[in-house]
């Protein structure tokens, strides 16, 4: 069974900053691309980052120099550091793996609001 488990959600201030977390399990996590996507309330779910089996990351431009992605195949979990938080950046974060098939996790809310 596929589980990935999204922590680091929460409340923070603008230009705050917050780790998320995802953990993998029930999959060969190093096999396996890893993505970000996130959705605010009313609008589709866009991809914020990802990265590669091989460690190649890519970023959506509105969060570029701000966010960082990474993974520990140790631990079958990617990371999404996110630092100069904007209320634009508000939204449910999403973990994402791909390796043919797809699996998401449920979700952590982010809100930034002073």
């Known amino acids: 069974q596929v589980q990935l488990v999204e922590s680091g959600g929460g409340l923070v201030q603008p230009g705050g900053s917050l780790r998320l977390s995802c953990a993998a399990s029930?999959?060969?996590?190093?096999?396996?691309?890893m993505m970000w996507y996130r959705q605010a309330p009313g609008k589709q779910r866009d991809l914020v980052a990802s990265?590669?089996?091989?460690?190649?990351?890519t970023y959506t431009d509105s969060v570029k120099g701000r966010f960082t992605i990474s993974r520990d195949n140790a631990k079958n979990t990617v990371y999404l550091q996110m630092g100069s938080l904007k209320p634009e950046d508000t939204a449910v974060y999403y973990c994402?793996?791909?390796?043919?098939?797809?699996?998401w996790g449920q979700g952590t809310q982010v809100t930034v609001s002073s």
């Open positions: 990265i590669t089996s091989f460690g190649t990351t």
């Open positions: 994402h793996a791909r390796f043919g098939l797809n699996y």
């Open positions: 029930g999959i060969t996590f190093s096999r396996y691309a």
